[in-house]
Each structure stands twice: as structure tokens, then as C-alpha cells.
């Protein structure tokens, strides 16, 4: 249901008040709605919705097979509930604004037992109250004035925490990251946008490693870069509880990054943690990649040794230069290099969007029997439950997420390979299909059009650009003597090149004509200005309630 806004009437002071409406919550505002809706969001919400549902299924199925296995045998220490077993799950809005996400939140998801709306500004707190009222759903959703982190760490107890946060600061999250580790129960999901892209992707280093403790390096993979560094920050803060994440599903899409993350409890599997993070090598010539682990784990029988690596890179020459160009080679991270999508979560998440219930989209698909009675029913109850007005976007997103390789860091762009050894860009089709011949596994991003994940080795990626060349009579000798086409192009490659179309090169996302990438729309496209009068998040917790 795309979003809409209308005149609603005048206030006591003669201003026009005007409603908005989008999903199935209305919001009511003065003066114009682009000093604080920016509708480019609403996909943010709607993927937002569409992961809770998910998430409250999931956690129904697991509470229903805890019961099945019975009670175990008691424990000399008794253990602490640490997974919060209630029926509905408790969220917390951390920075709600004009509550439009917590209003959406009880009006299309069923199974919450109650949503704190909370904001630092009083003027923000009495709009969300009267939102609530117009959408009535006073018993689910409850207005709150205080600092974000002081709410957090109010629900850091067992009896407490939250089962989903969501943190949509404007700027990076970074300083509510600690507390939100803690206020999220085990086993719950915590939510986190991030809009300072600039900073994650490389502008100011300096800056990201203050905010987030890792150093980001300028190339074409940043956005997806930047996803594994708010990924690594969140799990260094939860590892000091003892705790430690599980990514659900991680989306860099126009201008912030969004991760879902699942919280867990346990000492030995927050030590684990250290083995999932990588330091980041790339040549500042070719580009050219190399992750190495920053520790090595070592078991023998119950054994379990941590120890720091040998140094050692295979992107780095006796000289310190780039093995594949000679130029100079630029060191980042720490970034999370363990999977960022959790495969089957996101194939439920698409299964759950093209199953949306409307009767016409019935006939499209053999379903089981039992599955389209069930279907009906929720169709002649709930008619709209599960609409959202940006469907076959997130449909799109999500197919072309569970088409990526997971297990492999970051990306190339094909065009910039090419650009590298001066020659035309070759149709991904091709390129995809020469790794694919050559045994190798290749795939498309969600975080660029032209982006392209291999477990290829860059040696081979350069044996395809020197193929390339070659079909276009393109040699060294054209290069300046310092220029990295020069030495790229005067090394023999070393494995056969097959262009020829490969069956697995084509993506399906593609062939099915799906909303797969969004561009950017022009003027004012990125996030709304920060609200006149608000308080910078890093002093709220130092300022005076009036």
C-alpha cells in the first residue's frame, strides 16, 4: 500500500494539519510532510515488516519445539532464562520520531505483546501519542521521552530486554550500539540503519575508526565493505557480554546500509568471533583483493588453541608492491568476512513476500493443498495483512540476495577490471561464463549493478582481461612504463579462457524481470536534514528534561 498524504484540516494557530498514510498506519502532521517523511524509506519499513514477521514465526516454531522436547534433567546451577519464552515479543523503537515504524509495527504484525516508541524530543513524544490515538492502538504501542541509550540500559536485565530494537538514527548508530547489545533478549533480533556512507566507505578513516573501530579502504566494493564493518562493531560490542551476533540478512540499498541481526549468549561461541574477522588488502593499481584473518584458531582433540598469524599476503611481493602490478598496497579493517546473509532465512523471507495473500496471485503457483486453504482463510480475515507498497522492490532485493555467493567477501566490477588493461568492457554474461568453465563460482551483488563475487583467484580474473586484450589487439607496449595494465599485460597467463555462454551464467533475478537495483532519483535524493531543534545524540544523555 503506497503511501499518501492529505489535508486534514486547521489547527488552533490557523496552520493546515494533513494526514499521511503508509501500509495500514496514519500519522498526522503540520505544515508539509517532506520536513519530516521521506518516502524513499518506506522500503526500509517494508523490509523492516517483512523480517519481523518472519522473525515472530521463527521463534514461534522454535518455542513450540523447546516444549515438544520436554523438561530436561535439573542442573546443579540453575540456568537463567536467558531466551525471555514469553508469548508476544516486546519492541523497542529507540529513535522513533513521528512513531510511523512503531504505528506500523501493530497495525501489520501480529504476535507483539506490546512497542515502546521512544524519542529525545518532548515535541516528538506528543505526536507519537497522538498518532496512537488516530490509529488506535493504545494498548500496543507506548510513548516514551528519554535518551535512547538510558532506555537500553534500562532493559538490560533478563526480565527486561527487548526482543527486537531497532536503532534508525540519523548519522551512524555507533554510539547505541553498546547498549542495544544489552537490551536485546538471546535470541533476539536487533535492527540497525546506518546513513553516514561517507564515512564508512573510505572519505575519512579516521573518523570510521573512532565510530567503529575499523579502517576503510576507497574501492568499488565500500558499501559492501561498509556492511562488514557496522557488522563487526556490533559483534565487538555484544563480545564483551559474552554474546555474539548472527546476521540474518544485510541490505546496502540508496543511500545507508541496514543490518538484521540475531543476538546469542554463550562464552565459547563469543571467543569464536575473533575468527570471523579479516584484515583487508587492496592495491591502489589494479584493485586487486586479499582478506587475511587477523587470528588462527588451531584444535587438537579438546585442544582449542587462538594464536596470531604468520604474516603474510598473497597480494604482496618481496617488495612490498602488488604481485600483479608493482604499485602500492593499502591495508584495512578489521571487517567481518564470515557470511552477512543467512541463506535460509532469506529464502523464507522470499517465499513469505511471493506467497503475499491476494486471491489473484493464487493461480500463479502449484501450492499444496492444505498450504492454499490455510492461504484463503488468512485472505478472507486479513485481506491486506502482508501488502506492502514497495512489494516488488523488496521482492527483487531479496532474490537478488539469495543468489549471491555468501561465503565470499566483497566484489570487482567487470567494467573496471577491463578499464585497468585499456580494453572494451565484455558482457558480464561472458565473464561470468569464463569463470564458470574454468571451475570456478561467480555471482551478482545486491550492492552494485555491475559488481561481480568470485572465488576465482585474481590471477585468473587478469588471464580473463589479458584474453580480452588479446581479441582486441590491445599489448603492453601502449602503457606507460608505471601504469598497471603495463605489467598485467606483459605477464603469460596461465590458464585457458573460455568465453562461450555457460547454462548457470544468466541470473535468475534478471530473467524473471524483477526490481532488482534502484537508482538514484535525481534532486534531494538521500537522507531528510536532521530536525530543527533536535539534540546531537551524542549529548543527549547530558542534557536536562525540561
Same mark, same amino acid.
Given at each position: 500500500?503506497?503511501?499518501?498524504?492529505?489535508?486534514?484540516?486547521? #489547527?488552533?494557530?490557523?496552520?493546515?494539519?494533513?494526514?499521511?498514510? +503508509?501500509?495500514?498506519?496514519?500519522?498526522?502532521?503540520?505544515?508539509?510532510?517532506?520536513?519530516?517523511?521521506? %518516502?524513499?524509506?518506506? *522500503?526500509n519499513r517494508d523490509m523492516t515488516v517483512t523480517v519481523l514477521r518472519q522473525f515472530i514465526e521463527d521463534r514461534r516454531e522454535f518455542l513450540e519445539q523447546k516444549k515438544?522436547?520436554?523438561?530436561?534433567?535439573?542442573?546443579?546451577?540453575?540456568?537463567?532464562?536467558?531466551?525471555?519464552?514469553?508469548?508476544?515479543?516486546?519492541?523497542?523503537?529507540?529513535?522513533?520520531?513521528?512513531?510511523?515504524?512503531?504505528?506500523?509495527?501493530?497495525?501489520?504484525? &501480529?504476535?507483539?505483546?506490546s512497542i515502546t516508541a521512544n524519542d529525545f524530543s518532548q515535541q516528538a513524544v506528543e505526536t507519537i501519542q497522538q498518532n496512537i490515538v488516530v490509529n488506535e492502538v493504545?494498548?500496543?504501542?507506548?510513548?516514551?521521552?528519554?535518551?535512547?541509550?538510558?532506555?537500553?540500559?534500562?532493559?538490560?536485565?533478563?526480565?527486561?530486554?527487548? =526482543?527486537a530494537v531497532d536503532l534508525d538514527p540519523y548519522g551512524s548508530a555507533s554510539i547505541f550500539l553498546d547498549s542495544a547489545v544489552q537490551a536485546v533478549a538471546d535470541r533476539?533480533?536487533?535492527?540497525?540503519?546506518?546513513?553516514?556512507?561517507?564515512?564508512?566507505?573510505?572519505?575519512?578513516? &579516521?573518523?570510521?575508526?573512532?565510530?567503529?573501530?575499523?579502517?576503510?579502504?576507497?574501492?568499488?566494493?565500500?558499501?559492501?565493505?561498509?556492511?562488514?564493518?557496522?557488522?563487526?562493531?556490533?559483534?565487538? =560490542?555484544?563480545?564483551?557480554?559474552?554474546?555474539?551476533?548472527?546476521?540474518?540478512?544485510?541490505?546496502?540499498?540508496?543511500?545507508?546500509?541496514?543490518?538484521?541481526?540475531?543476538?546469542?549468549?554463550?562464552? /565459547?561461541?563469543?571467543?569464536?568471533?575473533?575468527?570471523? $574477522?579479516?584484515?583487508?588488502?587492496?592495491?591502489?593499481?589494479?584493485?586487486?583483493?586479499?582478506?587475511?584473518?587477523?587470528?588462527?584458531?588451531?584444535?587438537?582433540?579438546?585442544?582449542?588453541?587462538?594464536?596470531?598469524?604468520?604474516?603474510?599476503?598473497?597480494? @604482496?611481493?618481496?617488495?612490498?608492491?602488488?604481485?600483479?602490478?608493482?604499485?602500492?598496497?593499502?591495508?584495512?579493517? !578489521?571487517?567481518?568476512?564470515? !557470511?552477512?546473509?543467512?541463506?535460509? *532465512?532469506?529464502?523464507?523471507?522470499?517465499?513469505?513476500?511471493?506467497?503475499? %495473500?491476494?486471491? &489473484?496471485? $493464487?493461480?500463479?503457483? +502449484?501450492?499444496?493443498?492444505?498450504?492454499?486453504?490455510? @492461504?484463503?482463510?488468512?485472505? /478472507?480475515?486479513?485481506?491486506?495483512?502482508?501488502?506492502?507498497?514497495?512489494? +516488488?522492490?523488496?521482492?527483487?532485493? $531479496?532474490?537478488?540476495?539469495?543468489?549471491?555467493?555468501?561465503?565470499?567477501? @566483497?566484489?570487482?566490477?567487470?567494467?573496471?577490471?577491463?578499464?585497468?588493461?585499456?580494453? %572494451?568492457?565484455?558482457?558480464?554474461?561472458?565473464?561470468?561464463?569464463?569463470?564458470?568453465?574454468?571451475?570456478?563460482?561467480?555471482?551478482?551483488? =545486491?550492492?552494485?549493478?555491475?559488481?561481480?563475487?568470485?572465488?576465482?583467484?585474481?590471477? *585468473?580474473?587478469?588471464?580473463?582481461?589479458?584474453?580480452?586484450?588479446?581479441?582486441?589487439?590491445?599489448?603492453?607496449?601502449?602503457?606507460?612504463?608505471?601504469?598497471?595494465?603495463?605489467?598485467?599485460?606483459?605477464?603469460?597467463?596461465?590458464?585457458?579462457?573460455?568465453? #562461450?555462454?555457460?547454462?548457470?551464467?544468466?541470473?535468475?533475478?534478471?530473467?524473471?524481470?524483477?526490481?532488482?537495483?534502484?537508482?538514484?532519483?535525481?534532486?534531494?535524493?538521500?537522507?531528510?536534514?536532521?530536525?530543527?531543534?533536535?539534540?546531537?545524540?551524542?549529548?543527549?544523555?547530558?542534557?536536562?528534561?525540561?
Amino acid at each position: 500500500m503506497a503511501s499518501n498524504v492529505a489535508a486534514e484540516g486547521a #489547527s488552533e494557530n490557523g496552520s493546515q494539519v494533513n494526514s499521511l498514510t +503508509e501500509g495500514k498506519a496514519k500519522i498526522t502532521f503540520t505544515g508539509p510532510s517532506s520536513a519530516f517523511y521521506n %518516502p524513499v524509506q518506506e *522500503f526500509n519499513r517494508d523490509m523492516t515488516v517483512t523480517v519481523l514477521r518472519q522473525f515472530i514465526e521463527d521463534r514461534r516454531e522454535f518455542l513450540e519445539q523447546k516444549k515438544e522436547k520436554g523438561s530436561e534433567p535439573a542442573a546443579k546451577k540453575p540456568k537463567l532464562n536467558t531466551v525471555n519464552d514469553s508469548e508476544g515479543i516486546r519492541v523497542l523503537d529507540a529513535l522513533s520520531a513521528s512513531g510511523l515504524r512503531a504505528l506500523r509495527f501493530s497495525k501489520e504484525i &501480529e504476535g507483539i505483546e506490546s512497542i515502546t516508541a521512544n524519542d529525545f524530543s518532548q515535541q516528538a513524544v506528543e505526536t507519537i501519542q497522538q498518532n496512537i490515538v488516530v490509529n488506535e492502538v493504545e494498548h500496543l504501542v507506548k510513548p516514551h521521552f528519554g535518551d535512547a541509550i538510558e532506555t537500553m540500559m534500562s532493559h538490560r536485565t533478563l526480565d527486561k530486554r527487548f =526482543h527486537a530494537v531497532d536503532l534508525d538514527p540519523y548519522g551512524s548508530a555507533s554510539i547505541f550500539l553498546d547498549s542495544a547489545v544489552q537490551a536485546v533478549a538471546d535470541r533476539g533480533i536487533l535492527m540497525v540503519t546506518c546513513t553516514d556512507m561517507a564515512v564508512l566507505c573510505g572519505n575519512t578513516p &579516521e573518523a570510521c575508526f573512532n565510530k567503529y573501530n575499523s579502517i576503510p579502504l576507497r574501492h568499488k566494493s565500500c558499501h559492501e565493505m561498509a556492511l562488514r564493518i557496522l557488522l563487526r562493531s556490533i559483534d565487538s =560490542h555484544a563480545n564483551r557480554y559474552s554474546r555474539y551476533i548472527e546476521p540474518l540478512i544485510c541490505i546496502s540499498v540508496d543511500f545507508y546500509i541496514r543490518v538484521f541481526v540475531r543476538m546469542h549468549t554463550g562464552a /565459547k561461541e563469543a571467543k569464536d568471533s575473533v575468527t570471523k $574477522l579479516s584484515n583487508v588488502f587492496a592495491c591502489t593499481g589494479c584493485h586487486a583483493l586479499h582478506l587475511e584473518p587477523i587470528i588462527k584458531k588451531t584444535v587438537h582433540g579438546t585442544s582449542v588453541r587462538f594464536t596470531p598469524p604468520a604474516a603474510q599476503s598473497g597480494l @604482496l611481493g618481496a617488495d612490498g608492491k602488488c604481485v600483479h602490478c608493482g604499485h602500492t598496497v593499502h591495508m584495512g579493517g !578489521p571487517i567481518y568476512s564470515a !557470511p552477512i546473509q543467512n541463506k535460509d *532465512f532469506v529464502d523464507r523471507l522470499l517465499q513469505r513476500v511471493k506467497n503475499t %495473500p491476494e486471491e &489473484e496471485r $493464487l493461480g500463479t503457483h +502449484e501450492r499444496n493443498k492444505d498450504f492454499v486453504d490455510r @492461504l484463503l482463510q488468512r485472505v /478472507k480475515n486479513t485481506p491486506e495483512e502482508e501488502r506492502l507498497g514497495t512489494h +516488488e522492490r523488496v521482492m527483487g532485493i $531479496l532474490s537478488v540476495i539469495s543468489e549471491e555467493l555468501h561465503d565470499v567477501p @566483497l566484489y570487482y566490477e567487470h567494467d573496471q577490471l577491463m578499464n585497468v588493461v585499456k580494453s %572494451p568492457v565484455m558482457r558480464i554474461l561472458n565473464i561470468r561464463s569464463a569463470i564458470l568453465h574454468a571451475g570456478y563460482r561467480a555471482s551478482i551483488t =545486491h550492492c552494485n549493478a555491475k559488481g561481480l563475487k568470485t572465488d576465482a583467484p585474481v590471477s *585468473f580474473l587478469w588471464d580473463i582481461a589479458r584474453a580480452v586484450a588479446k581479441q582486441h589487439n590491445v599489448s603492453a607496449e601502449r602503457f606507460d612504463e608505471t601504469a598497471p595494465g603495463k605489467k598485467i599485460l606483459s605477464t603469460e597467463s596461465t590458464q585457458e579462457v573460455n568465453f #562461450s555462454l555457460h547454462p548457470d551464467a544468466a541470473s535468475k533475478s534478471k530473467s524473471e524481470n524483477l526490481v532488482r537495483y534502484q537508482y538514484n532519483k535525481g534532486k534531494n535524493w538521500g537522507p531528510k536534514p536532521k530536525a530543527k531543534g533536535s539534540v546531537n545524540s551524542v549529548q543527549a544523555g547530558f542534557q536536562v528534561a525540561s
